[in-house]
């Protein structure tokens, strides 16, 4: 068996797409945005969500497109009448596509992943406002600031970064640790520095420093005003701080075990913590 080195090497290998995986996304989004230049004449598409920011997570299930509309300002359109239209229109062209309405979205969902449709309206002041199905009206968003600040992580570290987002994801989902994957990932990438001299090193200290803060506020990176934590209560932050906190420990031992010549203990650790398809 190899290093701890070795061992993350090849598990980052399995949360990217295939080229298969790559040419189908690209053949679908091309098609997808024919036709809403067809149909909707958008001011401009913007592939937006994680797989934009390069923190998606094997299997994907679904890929996002912003279509920035030619349209008057959100008073002028009901969320619900847009919806419905965008709805009606890709049911047209995808008969053989199951689509439904979602909450900020129209999703196509095929059998292997799907394309969620985000109509979005330009601010002047900066930004956007997209729909929201439940509230019944136009929210603030800014998918351009989430893209730069993963842009930046990952320029400061080598691309380091979008993988230990990529692997804290993978091991929220397999631990049942909680957190709402964007809420985990705006804190990986604000708790990142300069790039670690390891992987499993900057496992560590990423783990180590969201059980600091997922106690506090945490602000969306769009400068919306609005907060990503609120869906936990207190006791929930506190089990996540500790469960965050074990998590480091454990690295901390692999990392200990792997320098002192036992990879293949430290590798069992790591694989115990973090689960499939480490």
């Known amino acids: ?10 598990f980052l290998s399995r949360l990217r797409p295939s080229p298969g995986q790559i040419e189908q996304i690209s053949k679908r989004r091309t098609r997808l945005n024919e036709l809403l230049q067809r149909n ?12 934009a920011r390069g923190t998606a997570v094997l299997p994907l299930r679904d890929v996002d497109q912003m279509v920035v509309l030619n349209r008057p300002g959100p008073e002028e359109l009901a969320v619900d009448e847009l919806l419905r239209d965008l709805l009606t229109q890709l049911r047209r062209e995808y008969p053989e596509v199951s689509a439904r309405v979602q909450n900020r979205s129209v999703g196509l ?3 292997d992943f799907g394309l969620d449709v985000v109509p979005a309206l330009e601010r002047r002041q ?7 199905a439940e509230a019944r009206r136009w929210i603030y968003t800014d998918p351009i600031k989430h893209e730069e600040l993963a842009k930046e992580k990952n320029r400061l570290t080598d691309g380091m970064a979008v993988d230990l987002v990529k692997t804290v994801k ?4 397999n631990r049942s640790v909680g957190l709402k994957s964007f809420h985990l990932e705006v804190m990986a990438l604000r708790a990142i520095g300069q790039k670690a001299t390891t992987f499993a090193q900057g496992l560590r200290d990423v783990l180590l420093a969201v059980s600091g803060t997922v106690g506090s506020p945490c602000g969306d990176p769009g400068l919306s005003g609005g907060r990503l934590d609120l869906y936990l209560d207190e006791s929930r932050r506190r089990a996540v701080a500790g469960h965050c906190k074990n998590a480091a420990d454990e690295m901390g031992l692999a990392i200990r075990e792997d ?6 203990h430290a590798v069992a650790r790591v694989r115990t913590l973090i689960g499939s398809p480490f």
């Open 40 to 51: 909707w004449k958008p001011a401009k598409i913007i592939p937006i969500g994680s797989y």
């Open 126 to 132: 900066g930004g956007f406002r997209i729909p929201d």
């Open 259 to 264: 320098a002192g010549g036992r990879s293949s």
């Open 109 to 111: 969902h095929f059998i």
């Open 170 to 173: 993978v091991w929220n989902g």
């Open 1 to 10: 068996m190899g290093t701890l080195s070795d061992a993350f090497t090849e």
